[in-house]
């Protein structure tokens, strides 16, 4: 964006920079009835149940602007959104995205941040319906809300894992908190000499912090192959985090064993140079959102070859604990890593 | 607060704040099948529509917390909100609550703007089923969605104002903007000397300011007297902005008379102190969340004697422009003064 002329928003003013942002979306959903311009949008869900949920990113918090593109930023934020909708086995049909911007922010740059909105908006398939953009005294602050659908019956809670359901998570762990040492260490690297050349180890783990795409795929599969899990959640905050929700809400144990858990070799590769366990890294590291789920041992037989989900432990009774079985044969138990933001 | 013993955030960390948070709120509606807990709330409005709406409040933008105590902060970032979904002319059945907290911010501080939060659902009788909580590195931020409920016929939109139909609004005009000057004074008075005593003209004007409320009561009343507005939205930008939204989505124009425009006599009486024009102050003031709305002319009857709505002006071809009459018999046109953040 360098040679571009930029626009202060202050020369849009509100209603301006609304019409303009707005401009690029158009409805797909039947269940759409009316979108952004009233004062709130108008939804049918006829014979459906609807599934909501919203997350905060704050600038300095959750991402630093230092490294990370704004287009990724926003397609980031609806994706963790929605990762939340599929990991209910829901289908999101609908957004709203309230912005913070700083002062300093130009009309470009909210343009690109939307870009990156619409584009996930466009892989996804999902309608955005309303927002409030408004500015920030200080740093840049990103609310989604997405909404879904799904019949009844279809809904998968944390609370209803069974004794002796073995538990599965998809696509492997701890990439996106290695892609995240990757980009720290870069930026420590450029304020000490802004001539040296980047290294990035691995584009993989970078894109896995970067720019993570919900599991859509996952719950695709698994509705082809007619496998219902028995509870399901996404991982935002670690396996070691999250695995306790489903613990306590379906009043369960848990035995994970360590040599199970899915490290990519860029992930193994990395932690290794970078002197850190990768077992920790995939245990606590984060923003994976994978989906974590258990299944009734029965269905077992119909993940053979399936190379994208792997069996990592099973649900114990409660008392038996939440236990790890480490590589080396020891016990456990698994504590909450999770929200290192106070 | 001064003297109780406040406690750091970290003590109870993500999963005890938001335990200690949430144990508050109980959910009342039927459609709230699933409230917090899951990776996303589920709701029931089966033969209904869902209507939904989103606000965002940011620290030194919408709120200064020298003046503006947390309590109310957290009924209005609701209120604002129901207020939405009033002027669609549903009821509001749940909320998601989006916060980023400074790291200053202690539990104590976290409990009180809650327990706004929880007072507001309690008034309004709406749910709590979601929400994110962070740290910020710089100032507060709530984020607000509200969901709410109607019949389709029951739905009123901006775009369906007629030519001839009678411009009413609810209770009176720029208070909310008056008492902001009053709270913003006496924070100048004690910036300077903190000894001086507080000198506040008017309750009801900064009451109108902190802890206003939406106007569930007018929607209640029109629905008793069967009188279906033909369009309609809330006032949260000043009357001379808002019009403008209801003459561009529905093709019209507007003649308002300003010496019917109503003032309520403290603010009247204020803004003469303050050396402001008072009709300025409720064209252009904003934040009054009163309702703003057209009725066919047929209807003007069954206004008679009620003092809490006001026909304040015509709807009219889209030609005649919009447009105020002022007390001295001039015409002037309407423009937007709207958000004055960028």
Redesign the interface.
Known sequence: MSNEKLT???DL???G?IERLSARFTNHHAST??GI???????????K????????L?????FDLSYVPLKHLGYKAVVVNL???Y??N?KPK?I?V???LP?KFTVEAADELYEGIAHACAVYGVDI????T??????L?I?V????EAL?EE?I???TAQVGDLICVSGDLGAAYLGLQILEREKMVWETDPSAEPEIESDYLVKRQLKPEARKDIIDFLGEIMLRPTSM??LS?GLSSDILHICK?SNVGCLIDEARVPISEDAYNLAIKFNMDPITCALSGGEDYELLFTINPDDESKLIGEESITIIGEITAADQGKTLKTKGGNFHAIK?Q??K??
Chains 1, 2 share one sequence.
């Open positions: 202060p928003i202050s003013g509100e209603f920079l009835l009316k311009g009233d004062d709130a949008a108008v939804l049918d869900v006829t014979g149940q609807t599934v909501v949920t919203t997350d905060l704050a600038e300095g918090v959750h990762s939340d909708i990991a209910m829901a609908q709203l309230s912005m913070a002062g319906v309303g927002g409030d408004t500015t920030s005294k200080s740093g602050v609310s809300t997405a909404i879904g009844p809904l809670y944390r609370n959640m996404d905050d809400q909450a999770g929200w933001h106070f």
